[in-house]
Nanobody
Framework: QVQLVESGGGLVLPGGSLRLSCAAS????????MGWFRQAPGKARELVGT???????YYSDSVKGRFTISRDNAKNTVYLPMNSLKPEDTARYYC????????????WGQGTQVTVSS
């Protein structure tokens, strides 16, 4: 059973930066394809981006060029550095893991809150 724990959220000014982390325990992160999602109050959950086991990344249009995803399998951690943050990036951010790309995400973290406001 894989446990995922996100950290790094907080309050930041528009134009600022944050780096989210997703630490895994109870399993070997290198086996999993990872995704970052976010959900704002009253809105549906949205895919932010993904990183495959081999390191291939995908980003939604709303964050492309501002966010990047990386993974450090030795540390069992996935990262989401976020730059040029906008108020519309305000949401709770979640990481998730799945073994194959054609499966649903099996494991989810509890999320970390990101608030972009002046």
């Amino acid at each position: 059973q894989v446990q995922l724990v996100e950290s790094g959220g907080g309050l930041v000014l528009p134009g600022g930066s944050l780096r989210l982390s997703c630490a895994a325990s109870g399993g070997t992160l290198s086996w999993y394809h990872m995704g970052w999602f976010r959900q704002a109050p009253g809105k549906a959950r949205e895919l932010v981006g993904t990183i495959s086991r081999s390191g291939t990344t995908y980003y939604s249009d709303s964050v492309k060029g501002r966010f990047t995803i990386s993974r450090d399998n030795a540390k069992n951690t996935v990262y989401l550095p976020m730059n040029s943050l906008k108020p519309e990036d305000t949401a709770r951010y979640y990481c998730a893991a799945r073994l194959t790309t054609n499966a649903d995400y099996t494991y989810w973290g509890q999320g970390t809150q990101v608030t972009v406001s002046s």
